[in-house]
Every structure is written in structure tokens, then in C-alpha cells.
């Protein structure tokens, strides 16, 4: 069974070092599994910032928060991990 390689997943700078204007930031806490998620499910770019809030980035293991481009990649990560 040979898979699909997306040429916009190899080819493309996924992970931005901040969020553009444009991108939707999502309310449920980056962890290292929900990125992993992010990074095998989804397509398009996003960017990962730091919570002010650390208190609970230590208490679910959280790296962050993030932001994605597509308004619908934003919408299908919060239904999975809030």
C-alpha cells in the first residue's frame, strides 16, 4: 500500500515562529501529543506561542498554545482536544 505524500506538507515551512494577524488562536492547551496530532492529521500552518497562564501549562503538561491559518483546522482541533 503506497501513501500519499502532500508536495504542501514536504515542501512547505509548516510551523511559523508566531502567529500572522490572520490566524485563529485556539483556546485548548498545546501538549506534545496534540501536536504530534497536529502535525500528522492536519495540512495547513500553524504557529505555537507561549501561555502567560503557567500554572496550568504545568499542570497538563502544556507547550503552548496555537494558532492556525485555516479557521477550519482551528475548529477540528478544538473539537479533539478540548
Not at 499542570?59 to 478540548?82: C, H, N, Q, T, Y
Request: aromatic share 14%; with cysteine; charged share 30%.
Amino acid at each position: 500500500m503506497h501513501e500519499y505524500i502532500d508536495p504542501r506538507i514536504w515542501f512547505c515551512e509548516r510551523e511559523l515562529l508566531y502567529p500572522p494577524k490572520h490566524f485563529v488562536t485556539t483556546k485548548a492547551k498545546l501538549t506534545e501529543e496534540s501536536k504530534q496530532w497536529v502535525l500528522d492529521t492536519l495540512s495547513g500552518r500553524f504557529a505555537v506561542t507561549q501561555n502567560n497562564d503557567n500554572l496550568f501549562d504545568d499542570m497538563f503538561d502544556s507547550i503552548g498554545i496555537v494558532s492556525f491559518e485555516d479557521p477550519r483546522e482551528a475548529m477540528i482541533f478544538e473539537l479533539k482536544w478540548s
